[in-house]
């Protein structure tokens, strides 16, 4: 079975600046996909970015970036210039071919003006 | 469609009335996963289905819970005698590979309360 793992429970970030949320995962498949959703108070889970694990090439998308580690099995998301719409829970998400996503515990960002 | 559609947005009922959600994935997409998301903000998994079949229904409480995904029709996932833990966002997915890149599609959740 896949776990997923978020040790940050609540970060928080000044306005424009970069944070960096952690996510590592256990898992025996070798072709899987990792995700990151952004779940604002609303509650709607928005995609961030994804990354294909045979991929060696960080994904990007805007201000997301991904530092995936396939080896250590790790997968954090950098967020660059930071804006107070940011402030949301961040989920990690692991899914292969089992079509099972397994999510993280989350971490709740605060963006402060 | 080009979303996840799930109605109702809200629903309340009653301890030990049934309650039933709907879940109408993006056309085209041939998966379906059912999550339950408990105030705590953890996710839970209940139930996937490929196209009209049960896939993995693990996470399923199996006494009280059931879910269908028939042809031409809404997904939809029945809780009877419903309690108050149950209380909850029960998301839908769907996803589909596509040109090799898979991506789940998430629905904006259907908020139910027991009372």
């Known amino acids: 079975a896949q776990t997923v793992t978020q040790s940050q429970p609540e970060m928080s970030v000044q306005e424009a600046e970069t944070v960096t949320l952690s996510c590592t995962y256990d898992t025996s498949e070798n072709n899987y996909y990792l995700f990151w959703y952004k779940q604002p108070p609303s509650r709607q889970m928005i995609l961030v970015i994804r990354q294909e694990a045979y991929k060696q090439q960080n994904a990007t998308e805007n201000r997301f970036s991904v530092n995936f580690q396939k080896a250590a099995k790790s997968f954090s998301l950098k967020i660059s210039d930071s804006q107070l719409g940011d402030t949301a829970m961040y989920f990690c998400a692991f899914y292969n071919a089992g079509n099972m996503l397994t999510f993280g515990g989350g971490t709740r960002l605060m963006v402060k003006p | 469609g080009e979303e996840v559609a799930q109605t109702p947005k809200h629903l309340v009922r009653g301890e030990g009335q049934k309650a039933k959600l709907y879940c109408a994935p993006i056309?085209?997409?041939?998966?379906v996963f059912w999550y339950q998301q408990v105030l705590k903000n953890e996710f839970k998994f209940l139930i996937s289905?490929?196209?009209?079949?049960?896939?993995?229904e693990t996470g399923m409480p199996k006494e009280r819970f059931s879910a269908k995904c028939l042809p031409n029709s809404p997904c939809s996932l029945e809780i009877q005698a419903t309690k108050l833990e149950d209380s909850a966002v029960y998301f839908c997915a769907s996803s589909q590979f596509a040109t090799g890149v898979l991506e789940a599609f998430f629905g904006q959740g259907t908020r139910l309360t027991v009372v």
């Open positions: 056309k085209g997409h041939s998966y």
């Open positions: 289905f490929q196209n009209e079949n049960v896939f993995d």
